[in-house]
């Protein structure tokens, strides 16, 4: 007789509730907000941008000396062309005037042209904003301006050569008939001896100018590689010409024009107050320093008394430019097992200014998404720390250190080790409980609200979390008593984003399925609680899966609440989580609530497939809760066209979504004739030859073939017992020979004597009677 869910299936309906697509979002970056409009999005974006390599810095370097190289001839030769004319031009022949008078003309439009080139794309942009290689809008608009001044580096080379070849050519003229000049008696013009020196120094000066600009040319073709692709320049042009004209990714190419910038306007900035200037550089400090260098920055500024106040405040903006730059080195992954990451703990601990620790803070937050990096003992060092920096007045550090626990917490290799310190009595323990409720409850921000219910579910989903449990469920707020049902109710029904909604249903879930005794159907509120959660079951994707998730938690084995979730329709919504596509409104509110502006930090990414089959797989086994040992509650669900939805789900790619398919499916049919003859008649009696589909699906060695066959086997026997009719069909159809065969030959698939073969005896014994 099925009495309901067994214990084993309560554990395993836990073990699902544990790491979900929320763990997921959250462990992305906790600080990664909405991007603001304008300048402080930029900004943000430049603080992450990947540091050029040696290769592209060579190359920027290079390009800005053959730029300067130039720019220096040219001045020279516009100096000596202007002395030449305003001294001797009235001894120059007519054609070498007026080819000095058009290079003159020429260089000093060109010095405009290049400086008006220069500024015409980065005028008044700081350093760190063209480096903003990734992102995509940008990316045709920076290649434009690169392409349109390397066309013009060209083409004033060009023009410089259409003028420069005929000047020499008219110097050697002018030399070749005036060369007698030296001679006594030769009867030359006065100071035509000297107009011919003159004229030699300046045709020297126009050939080394153009040489620079043939080199500036080369150098820029070699360090924004504009040029041909790797295969063309293999296949037809010499080695020691392919890395003028290689071609470079989107990437490199701005990172290298970033570099250029940089180094043209300030080359001997230092990173400190490189990244000081955020109105004129603001380039991060990884751009200069390598991680050891930054690692060694942070120590140093740690250590001694600093009594002398100047000197601590240039020490503290020292500090903070390398935590910055570590920060954005941990987001890039680009830290490793030798870091010095106890170095982090302690400034996070000790550091001399709250901004600092802030900024360690944040450093061990993106690492904590990172297990294979930093170590577990750092970690776990990490939490006294952090929590003394959560009851900060700053609402910024409690931002920081609230993400920097819950992304430690969503660890699946350590998440109990660090569980166990954040909730260990300490001088921190209790006052950070309550300094997190409180945050849950009514933060300060709508993202400290968001971190505090994230970490709030996650303490109380512990197997070590009886501490958050029974705080969370006599916590009383500042304005009256806001209990634990209360709380959750109200973050499900008022919270301004999807993750606060989402995260109140996951703590009540979690609740539930640990102190079942404070709230099932004894909690003054349970009633309005469960409203809120059936309303949830019709917002996105990921507040459903948690509400899903909650009333489970809340109907196992108490026909109170269940009759509360009917009554509040939750059948029907139930029923339409079952059907697809679900909704995802991400941040929408689900009771038509506009988030404020100040609200709009917080972002639910995009939802992933498999949360699709954890809604409906929660709500298959709500369904199916609702419906054990209840006619009544069966008929309503049939009534609502469950059954065809629940067929369908059994062909399912995902394994549990077919099993609480099934499982419902059992539900329904335990003792109701009419739904069993329903079922058995689902497309002209072929749904026992749907179940041995499901069979197959799941041969091999899966880990969840036991319970596949099992439910295939608990609900042909709830089918065919007492039913002749879908006893001949599912003969008919080869479940017979099916199940035979699982026991038979196919045990090394399933446990001896498990409750797969046991239940799948039991299907078969009743197969194996004589047809009447």
């Known amino acids: 007789m099925d009495q309901g869910p067994d214990e084993d299936e309560k554990k395993d309906f836990h073990q699902h509730s544990g790491p979900s697509l929320r763990d997921e979002e959250n462990k992305k970056d906790f600080l990664q907000h909405v991007k603001p409009s304008g ?68 260089e000093a439009i060109l010095k405009y042209g290049r400086s008006w080139a220069h500024s015409l794309y980065f005028r008044d942009v700081p350093c760190a904003i063209v480096a903003l290689h990734d992102n995509k809008d940008d990316h045709d608009t920076a290649s434009a301006s690169l392409v349109v001044f390397g066309y013009f580096v060209l083409m004033a080379t060009l023009l410089e050569v259409s003028l420069y070849a005929p000047y020499v050519y ?25 107009l011919i020196d003159m004229l030699m120094i300046t045709m020297a000066i126009a050939c080394l100018h153009w040489a620079s600009s043939l080199g500036t040319v080369l150098a820029f073709g070699a360090a924004m590689g504009m040029g041909i692709s790797a295969r063309a320049q293999r296949s037809s042009l010499p080695r020691c010409l392919s890395r003028f004209v290689r071609k470079r990714d989107e990437r490199d190419r701005l990172m290298c024009l970033t570099w250029w910038v940089h180094m043209a306007r300030h080359r001997h900035l ?40 100047d000197t601590s405040r240039l020490l503290w903006v020292s500090q903070e430019m390398a935590l910055r730059a570590l920060i954005s080195l941990a987001k890039q992954k680009e830290l490793d097992k030798d870091d010095d ?46 929590k003394r920096l959560a009851r900060s007045e700053a609402v910024e550090h409690v931002e920081v250190a609230l993400g920097a626990l819950l992304n430690a917490s969503l660890n699946e290799r350590s998440h109990e080790f660090v569980i166990a310190p954040i909730l260990e009595s300490n001088e921190f323990g ?54 634990g049902v209360q709380l959750c109710t109200d973050l499900i029904k008022h919270g301004a984003t999807s993750p606060i909604k989402a995260g109140g249903a ?143 789900l059994m062909a ?29 008649e689902w497309d002209d009696g072929k749904f026992f030859s749907r179940l041995m589909d499901v069979l197959k699906s799941s041969e091999g060695h899966d880990p969840m073939a036991e319970a596949i066959l099992e439910k295939v086997a608990h609900v042909t026997h709830s089918l065919i017992e007492g039913n002749e009719s879908n006893r001949q069909k599912a003969v008919k159809q080869g479940m ?27 299907a078969l014994k009743i197969l194996q009677e004589k047809l009447t």
């Open 736 to 762: 017979r020979e099916k199940l035979q065969d699982c026991i038979d030959n196919k045990k090394s698939n399933y446990k001896d004597n498990g409750k797969g073969v046991h239940s799948a005896e039991r």
């Open 506 to 648: 996951a703590v009540l879930a979690e609740i539930a399925y640990w102190e079942d005794w404070q709230v099932k159907g004894t909690d003054p509120h349970i009633e309005e609680c469960i409203q809120a959660l059936v309303k949830a079951l019709e917002a996105g994707q990921t507040i459903a899966f948690s509400a899903a998730k909650a009333l489970c938690s809340l109907a196992y084995k108490n026909q109170a609440v269940k009759v509360t979730i009917v009554r509040a329709g939750g059948i029907s919504n139930l029923v339409d989580l079952l059907k697809g596509p679900l909704p995802n409104f991400g941040l929408q509110d689900i009771n038509g609530q506009i988030p404020r502006e100040e609200d709009s930090r917080s972002i639910v990414t995009s939802v992933k497939p498999h949360l699709e089959d954890d809604v409906r797989s929660d709500a298959a086994r709500a369904l199916r809760i609702l419906a054990l040992n209840n006619p009544q509650h069966q008929k309503l669900i049939a009534e609502a066209k469950a059954i065809p939805l629940l067929i369908d």
């Open 270 to 309: 230092s990173a400190v107050v490189a990244s000081a200037q955020p109105s004129d550089c603001g380039l991060p400090g990884h751009w200069f320093k390598s991680k050891k260098e930054l690692f060694r920055i942070v120590e140093e500024c740690d250590k001694g008394d600093h009594v002398h106040l």
């Open 652 to 680: 399912s790619k995902s394994p549990k979504v077919q099993v609480q398919a099934m499982a419902a499916l059992s539900g329904l049919s335990f003792r109701s004739t009419t739904i069993k003859d329903m079922i058995g």
């Open 170 to 194: 008219a110097t050697l003229g002018f030399w070749r008939a005036n060369r007698h000049c030296d001679d006594e008696g030769a009867g030359c013009p006065d100071g035509t001896t000297r």
């Open 341 to 386: 990451f106890a170095l982090l703990v302690r400034v996070v601990r000790d550091g001399r200014t709250e901004s600092c620790r802030g900024l360690a803070a944040t450093a061990i937050a993106v690492l904590a998404t990172q297990p294979d990096v930093l170590p577990l003992n750092s970690l776990i060092e990490a939490v006294v720390p952090l």
């Open 430 to 483: 209790s006052s950070f409980m309550s300094c997190l409720i409180r945050h849950a409850h009514i933060g300060h921000t709508t993202r400290c609200q968001e971190l505090a219910v994230g970490l709030l579910s996650r303490l109380v989903g512990s197997r070590k979390g009886k501490r958050a449990r029974t705080a969370l469920m006599s916590y009383k707020g500042e304005q009256g008593g806001v209990r």
């Open 39 to 106: 300048w402080n999005a930029a900004w943000e974006q430049a603080q992450d941008a990947v540091a050029p390599s040696k290769e592209i810095k060579r190359a920027a370097n290079t390009l800005v000396w053959c730029e300067q190289a130039q720019q220096s001839m040219g001045w020279l030769l516009l100096t000596q062309i202007g002395v030449l004319l305003g001294s001797f031009g009235q001894l120059m022949s007519r054609g070498v005037c007026l080819l000095s008078w058009g290079i003159f003309t020429l």
